[in-house]
């Protein structure tokens, strides 16, 4: 069994279609699954093409990210 589960998801915040110049806000859900603690997560995220990160938008429920591209969460500690 996996110790971490991850899902990513899209929404487009002005509407669809997706249109040049929209703003997208991407949505990661890290779980640890494996029923103990697990000690320096990261997950590292690449920007699709054609997109920008727009500085001081990422929110993170604990740890520090860095950036932009690829974007780096470090949880550093995560309780199941």
Not at 48 to 61: D, F, I, K, M, V
């Amino acid at each position: 069994q996996p110790a971490l589960s991850a899902m990513k998801s899209a929404f487009d915040l002005n509407g669809a279609p997706l249109m040049e110049g929209d703003v997208v806000l991407y949505r990661i859900v890290v779980t640890n699954t494996l029923g103990i603690t697990q000690t320096n997560v990261t997950v590292t995220d690449a920007l699709p093409a054609y997109t920008a990160y727009e500085t001081g938008s990422a929110y993170l429920s604990q740890g520090a990210l860095s950036g932009p591209n690829p974007l780096v969460a470090s949880f550093g500690t995560l309780a199941p």
